[in-house]
């Protein structure tokens, strides 16, 4: 056990933190998978979340930060540490501008931007989480992503607070550099629009979540898509050629093209179900388990190695396999 009484007690101390012990983490996941944390943390508010922060390096815990859940797998054993969870979500409107604490829900800052008629995240309507997922993990859909609006993302690493401006975040595709200096944890960030109607932008936002309702169902367990798109120019000469123009968009091939061509709709284990129309979308179909759900994966990004030669490399983020035994 990594975190002994004493440890829960000096976290317990901080202001306002809500402390859990042995709380399983399959309630708090979109796949409704993965076993017990050995503490949850959630902080209401900075000052909570930076001591505890500070707490956990301290004391040399192992820590993982959390938002909706809805982009991870987590192991069956769960994960034996502290896992930190902030929870601010006041939301500030300054001119063209969104000040938003990053445990706000995305959608319902998205809802808020189409009120106030500000254009520039209606797209992203439907996608879950917290801001603060979205920002790591740099989401977006129909061709934006949260990127495009920031201005800076503040980060704590338990010390000091940083402001970081959009050219320090390392944007790129699904990617930021909250995912290689995990230290820094992110506490609000601004964004920028410009000016909508509020009746066009709520249209679009509607036409978008009709589909996107269709393609992943609300109470569908899932994560998402498991697997990143692959940009057309980073892929193998001879895999070029046989990629059809008509799937290329924004530079990218869908995974689910690669997916598909290897047979991999509709394959299943336990209850964990590739989806017969999308072959990169993966699903808890009942009572399914963390280790049916890794294989699966390892298997659908053998079958892309043996047809294509290339590696398919995951958009979903895992927790607690560190010391599971062969997994991931
Ligand atoms: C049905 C469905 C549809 C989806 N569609 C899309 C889509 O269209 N586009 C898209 O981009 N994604 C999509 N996703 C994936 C997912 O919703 C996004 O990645 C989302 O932004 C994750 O946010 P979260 O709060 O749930 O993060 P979590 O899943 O809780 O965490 C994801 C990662 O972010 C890190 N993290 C979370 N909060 C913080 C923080 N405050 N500071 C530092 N690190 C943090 C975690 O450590 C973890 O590594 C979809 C998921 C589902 C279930």
């Known amino acids: 056990m990594a975190v002994m009484p004493a440890a829960v007690n000096r976290l317990c101390a901080i202001p306002e933190l809500t402390v859990l012990v042995n709380v399983p983490l399959s309630d708090h996941t979109r796949f409704r998978i993965g076993g017990p944390a050995a503490v949850l943390c959630d902080a209401p508010d900075e000052s909570a979340l930076t001591q ?15 938002g909706g859940g809805t982009n991870l797998i987590v192991s069956d054993f769960g994960f034996d540490g502290v896992v930190l969870r902030y929870k601010g979500s006041r939301l500030e409107r300054k001119g063209m501008l969104l000040q938003v604490e990053a445990g706000a829900v ?15 995240l209606e797209t992203m309507t439907g996608i879950p989480g917290y ?17 495009e609006l920031v201005e800076c993302v503040r980060a704590t690493d338990g010390r000091h607070v940083k402001a970081f401006r959009n ?12 995912k290689t200096r995990k230290e820094w944890v992110i506490l609000s960030l601004d964004l920028r629009f410009e000016s909508g109607d509020p009746g066009d932008l ?14 992943y169902p609300p109470q569908m367990k899932c994560a998402g898509s498991i697997f990143k798109n692959v940009f057309f120019d980073d892929l193998p000469e001879h895999v070029q050629a046989e990629v059809p123009g008509t799937v290329v968009r924004d ?6 093209w690669f997916l598909e061509q290897a047979g991999a709709k509709g394959i299943r284990r336990g209850d964990i179900q590739v989806a017969s129309y999308h072959a990169n979308l993966v699903y808890n179909d009942g009572a399914g388990e963390a280790a049916d759900l890794v294989a699966i994966i390892q298997e659908l990004k053998q079958r892309v190695r043996d047809r294509f030669g ?5 958009e979903v983020q895992y927790v607690g396999f560190e010391h599971a035994p062969a997994l991931v």
Do not use: H, W
């Open 52 to 66: 505890a922060r500070r707490t956990v390096q301290e004391l040399k815990l192992p820590n993982v930060v959390i």
């Open 106 to 120: 995305l959608q319902d800052v998205v809802d808020e931007s189409i009120r106030l008629g500000m254009k520039g």
């Open 131 to 147: 801001v603060g997922g979205a920002i790591y993990g740099n989401a977006g859909a129909y061709g934006r992503s949260i990127n």
């Open 167 to 178: 050219s320090e975040c390392d944007f790129q595709y699904r990617e930021s550099i909250f």
């Open 202 to 215: 709520a249209n679009t936002a509607r036409e978008i979540r009709t589909i996107r309702d269709l393609k």
């Open 251 to 256: 530079g990218k091939v869908p995974s689910a």
């Open 310 to 314: 290339f590696e398919l490399e995951e």
